[in-house]
């Protein structure tokens, strides 16, 4: 098979997991007064070297030290959450749905009901995920686009940057940053797509301009600071510690923050680099994070498609500074294969321009892989979600990276709050804020079963470099859905009598589905209106009518299911019809007619990916491999059913007592995320991809798959001039026919001779006409796990002169140059996405209206991280 496929043998072996610790019974959260006292501790061990500068001081200068000086050390906790996770929207959900950050901002000390804690230096805020309502950034209602093209990441970002100067305002009894000050920086730090429309990200690059915008408000800052401190009105700020969560696209937000602001704070003192934020040394002591996924944009729906794009690129790799980033946690879910949530994992060269540099975790980080999909380790599922977890919050698998997660961080003084059994009366009292509230600790109940359960399946799986883990996990699961899925015996299973309690019938019809999703966007328009501080909509008696209409079938969809009393709509977050049965018996079939097979695809896949803008896309995109596609079926097929011989016996049942949790554990707590995902609206999997892949993994300038580079920040590689807007049609052999080479018996078409790299074809998106492309680009072109070498060479190419008078050598030229310059002085702004007009085309080489990607577009509502 592919070339590709073969690591060079002298490539250094990658540096194994952390190994992922058995779980306590009784979870990992504080137990005792003295594991509050030790998180204390080394809270207070940040304040020796100034205690120890002061009495250098006093005794160089002959003086008596009087004791340690009137002090305090800034301590933030900034949480990101992931894509459509809102709180505090998800915490009012029956039964709550509230992510892993969300669990950990409430048990952070210095939420804004906590004034003793300010004073005492501490402070938290929370970034609710893309695609949901953010009123202080300006997103009154959840948009789709945040959802697909993540829109507002960026902006999420910097609203966490004027974090800091709110808190060192209040720190220093000034005013909190007012929401429409900050709004404003956050409007000036960001990238509009109408700039980048115009290419002003090619002459301002965006550390520039954040460096800009926040040079007058630091320096008004640090004189309000200075003041403080010269009137001896508060006790002098030595530092500035910051605590970060994240997860999903929450977490590649959280690594892109800390790059930011470590490339706002570096600078040279005296020989020696030092972080400093208005004058004040500032560190990021620990930094959590759930299974990060950075491929935004155009990876996100493009089947073959991966990568990193707009505030993602170049900003995922961890500082290699210790004296800014000490500690980073990440946690990565073993069994996630969707095409379209690559992780992006901690490790990396140490220097990635040595071939021979090998490819390990910096000290100070560690990485651990916990069982199940994205959401079940960043959380956010609710109890009872696909049949899993039915007795309760206590049995949903994600509270044990919760717990692992907030162990990590507590032992390493985090200001977490405890739960009240660690406290003595004494403690109590004196400190009343970092007790848990009862509602918090019941977020963090874990059940003994589960833990049980997961223990046993630890103690079966081997430790190694994360992508052979996951691929052994990934052929794990793949051996239980052939027990389920293709043998058709999840039906005799607890979850699927749960889930097929009331039958199909449970699930919304499509008049139920459009009747709740008219009013979620009634209501969406009234609760934005009052949110932005604008006039509430006007309905005609028309429209008022047709709600009466939709509500009495919102009544009788609610009496049919046994609903106890009627549903509020979250108004927060994009709708999502309830089809939890029409997605079970589809997966089931979906894995069947992979693993029979049953296939009837084309030969060929044909795609038109449409209106690739280059400033307006930003980042990376990559194309996948057919042929390895192909070899990951075969080995995932074989994997698959050598652990349905290791768990399930002749009979369908149980091989033994000592598997038998293992299953339980698959059957009763790990979801099927493919089985949701796009399913709501397009009745149908995650396109053209399926169940049988190996999971994307991004190294920083690595990857486990080989990949080519098709776009990157400048250019859509290989056009050989710079147009305003290009689209790419990308024919390549479909896998299954590939699949047929190395697995024969599976009786799919054989193909003969050499398999071609896929024709690439750009064209203009205003005329349809063909764009020259250069030659010479295989070297670029050639599939690859070492993306940042491609990267390279691809930003080495010269730059694609402008499409002039000139340049416009041939008929087709002269009349997109002609059709171009027609268009000035028209509107300015781009598509509300970069994939607008995108279609697969049916016939030639041109893009054919409404297809598969269409489709996809109008079901992102549908679409969660």
Request: hydrophobic content about 40%.
């Amino acid at each position: 098979m592919s070339e590709a496929m073969t690591p060079p043998l002298q490539k250094p072996a990658a540096e194994f997991l952390s190994p992922t610790p058995d779980f306590e019974m009784g979870g990992l959260l504080p137990q005792t007064s003295g594991d509050v006292l030790r998180n204390y501790r080394t809270q207070q061990v940040a304040y020796h070297p100034f205690e120890q500068q002061s009495m250098d001081e006093h005794r160089a200068a002959g003086l008596v030290y009087p004791g340690p000086p009137c002090m305090q050390i800034v301590t933030i906790t900034l949480c990101f959450d992931g894509t459509n996770n809102h709180e505090p929207s998800d915490s009012l959900a029956l039964p709550s749905t509230t992510t892993n950050v969300a669990r950990l901002y409430h048990a952070s000390v210095g939420r804004n009901d906590s004034e003793a804690a300010e004073q005492e230096g501490f402070y938290a805020y929370y970034m609710p995920g893309v695609g949901t309502e953010f009123k202080e950034i300006g997103e009154f209602k959840p948009d789709s686009q945040g959802l697909t093209m993540s829109t507002g990441g960026e902006n999420r970002i910097n609203w966490g940057l004027t974090r800091l100067i709110d808190a060192l305002k209040r720190a220093c009894d000034e005013k909190p940053l007012k929401v429409p000050e900050a709004y404003a920086l956050v409007q000036k730090m960001g990238t509009s797509l109408t700039e980048d429309a115009l290419g002003a990200s090619l002459f301002k690059n965006s550390y520039t301009r954040r460096r800009e915008v926040l040079a007058q408000p630091l320096a008004e800052l640090k004189s309000q600071i200075d003041a403080a401190h010269t009137a001896k009105s508060i006790p002098k700020i030595m530092a500035i510690r910051l605590f970060i969560y994240g997860f999903s696209r929450g977490a590649a937000e959280a690594r892109a923050f800390a790059t930011w602001l470590e490339a706002l704070t570096k600078v040279e003192v005296e020989g020696e680099t030092c972080y400093l934020y208005v004058g004040l040394p500032i560190k990021i002591v620990f930094m959590g994070l759930f299974d990060t996924v950075a491929s935004v944009g155009l990876p996100y729906l493009v089947p073959f498609a991966a990568g990193h794009m707009g505030w993602a690129d170049g900003a995922m790799r961890l500082s290699d500074s210790e004296a800014f980033l000490e500690h980073c946690v990440h946690l990565v879910a073993a069994h996630e294969q969707r095409s379209c949530f690559p992780v992006d994992s901690i490790r990396r060269k140490a220097n990635p321009d040595d071939p021979n540099c090998p490819s390990t975790y910096r000290q100070g980080t560690a990485e651990y892989i916990y069982p199940g999909m994205h959401s079940d380790v960043g959380g956010g599922y609710p109890p009872g979600d696909q049949g899993k977890a039915a007795e309760g919050g206590h049995m949903v698998l994600s509270q044990l990276a919760l717990h692992h997660m907030y162990s990590e961080a507590y032992k390493i003084g985090a200001p977490l709050q405890a739960p009240p059994k660690a406290f003595s009366n004494e403690l109590k009292k004196r400190w009343p804020w970092l007790v848990m509230s009862d509602s918090t600790y019941l977020e963090y109940a874990v059940g003994p079963q589960l833990i049980e359960r997961f223990n046993i399946w630890l103690d079966a799986m081997d430790n190694g470099p994360l992508e052979a883990v996951m691929a052994r996990e990934a052929g794990h699961i793949t051996g239980w859905r052939i027990s389920r899925y293709a043998k058709g015996r999840a039906k005799h299973t607890d979850f699927y009598a749960r889930l097929m309690k009331n039958g199909p019938a449970a699930d919304m019809t499509a008049e139920e589905v459009a009747a709740f999703e008219a009013l979620h966007s009634a209501q969406l328009e009234e609760d934005a209106a009052n949110r932005a501080g604008t006039p509430a909509p006007v309905w005609s008696e028309r429209q008022l009518a047709t709600q009466n209409d939709n509500q009495l079938i919102k009544l009788n969809y609610e009496r049919r299911t046994g609903a106890r009393s009627s549903s509020a709509f979250n108004t927060s977050k994009v709708y999502e019809p309830n089809l939890d049965c029409r997605q079970l018996l589809n997966a089931m079939a979906d894995f069947r007619r992979d693993y029979v097979p049953e296939w009837s695809w084309p030969a060929g896949e044909l795609f038109s990916l449409g209106t690739l803008a280059n400033t307006l896309v930003g980042g990376l995109v990559y194309m996948t491999n057919a042929q390895d596609e192909a070899q990951h079926y075969a080995d995932l097929r074989e994997a698959g059913e050598m652990n349905y011989a290791n768990l399930f016996g002749a009979d369908g049942k149980s091989l033994n007592d000592k598997v038998y949790p293992i299953i339980q554990m698959f059957d009763e707590h790990v979801h099927d995320s493919r089985a949701w995902f796009m399913n709501a609206a397009l009745n149908e999997r995650e396109i053209f991809s399926d169940y049988f892949r190996y999971r994307g993994i991004f190294f920083d300038t690595e990857t486990n798959n080989p990949l080519s580079l098709l776009v990157t920040a400048e250019r859509v590689v290989g056009v050989g001039l710079a147009v305003a807007s290009v689209g790419l049609t990308i024919r390549r052999r479909n896998p299954r026919y590939l699949i047929g080479l190395i697995v024969p018996s599976l009786g799919t078409p054989v193909i003969r001779g050499k398999v071609d790299f896929p024709s690439i074809r750009a064209f203009d998106r205003v005329t349809g006409l063909t764009l020259p492309m250069l030659e010479g680009l295989e070297a670029i072109r050639a599939f690859t796990a070492e993306t940042g070498a491609a990267s390279e060479a691809a930003q080495a190419l010269p730059v694609p002169p402008a499409l002039t008078a000139s340049t416009a050598t041939t008929q087709d030229l002269i009349e997109i140059l002609k059709a171009s310059q027609a268009l000035e002085g028209a509107a300015l702004s781009p598509p509300a996405s970069p994939l607008d007009g995108a279609s697969q085309a049916s016939s030639a080489e041109a893009p054919a209206s409404k297809s598969w990607l269409d489709q996809a577009k109008g079901a992102v509502a549908s679409v969660t991280l």
